[in-house]
């Protein structure tokens, strides 16, 4: 099988881009795993598909698949990447469009400047809908990894978070702890595990291991998660500049039942395609 694609990353997050509007394409898991290897693949972190609008309210439909094959629901630079790929591959004119996920409607919108601003949703707290086996919703939780207990928010952008805050990213356990905290029991979908520095009220460093593809250069949701985890602990205000090591993104939220609003660059790299084993 023969796939054209195009290679995009948002802050150094990549994607392998697929256009599914005109015809249907399908991937098997072992097919998705081989894309996104580094060495025998393009290489990725997600595979991203386009595809028609499921409903009348909306303009694409976007799914994404993480490199161990498996579909999640959401993915804010990958989001970005979408925005810029639909313009630039002629799909829609519009700046703001509305695109159904596995976890509801987003509009991402594209700015003046090139970057993207995506309205990612209101965050969820109720650990039934994280989901998190949790009773009911506290502060913060403990989260027993080995023999250590971590302090944790815990809330969904789309997608499942565990977010701490450490002392200094660049010597934080994210090797050690982050697919542990991935694997949690008390996460059944398990969860992005995030590892937040608090700089000041208005800038936060970061790094994230994503679920089913390792620690990533940037996660949009795992930002996003990030800073409303800062503003539920009184550390920071409405508006925050996420540092990941891929770069900066800026996050704004004002507060309880309000969308999270995430901004930031996206880059299409090259075109091409690659025969896939059956």
């Known amino acids: 099988m023969r796939l054209e694609f195009t290679k995009m990353h948002g802050l150094g997050n990549d994607f392998v881009v697929v256009d599914a509007t005109k015809a249907p394409v399908v991937l098997t898991p072992a097919q998705l795993r081989f894309i996104a290897d580094r060495h025998f693949g393009v290489g990725c972190d997600q595979l991203l598909m386009v595809e028609p609008a499921r409903s009348a309210d909306t303009d694409f439909y976007y799914r994404i698949f993480n490199a161990d094959g498996g579909e999640v629901e959401q993915c804010g630079n990958g989001a970005r990447c979408f925005v810029r790929y639909v313009h630039e591959r002629g799909l829609t004119q519009k700046t703001v469009i509305r695109v159904g996920t596995l976890a509801g409607i987003i509009e991402p919108r594209l700015e003046m400047n090139g970057e993207v601003t995506v309205n990612m949703g209101v965050p969820e707290f109720e650990p039934a809908k994280i989901p998190f086996t949790m009773p009911a919703r506290q502060p913060l939780y403990d989260l027993v990894i080995e023999k250590n207990t971590l302090k944790i928010n815990a809330l969904s952008m789309g997608n499942p978070h565990a977010v701490q805050v450490v002392t200094d990213v660049d010597t934080a356990p994210v090797a050690t702890q982050g697919s542990l905290i991935e694997a949690h029991p008390l996460f059944p979908q398990r969860v992005n595990a995030g590892f937040m520095q608090v700089v000041d009220r208005g800038h936060i460093r970061l790094r994230v291991y994503e679920r089913g593809a390792g620690e990533t250069l940037a996660c949009g949701t795992g930002a996003c998660a990030a800073v409303v985890a800062g503003i539920e602990r009184g550390l920071l ?34 075109d091409g395609a690659i025969e896939l084993p059956d």
């Open 237 to 270: 205000d409405a508006r925050v500049r996420v540092s990941t090591r891929g770069g900066d993104l800026v996050i704004v939220w004002s507060g309880a039942g309000q969308p999270v609003l995430m901004t930031g660059p996206a880059v299409t790299v090259f």
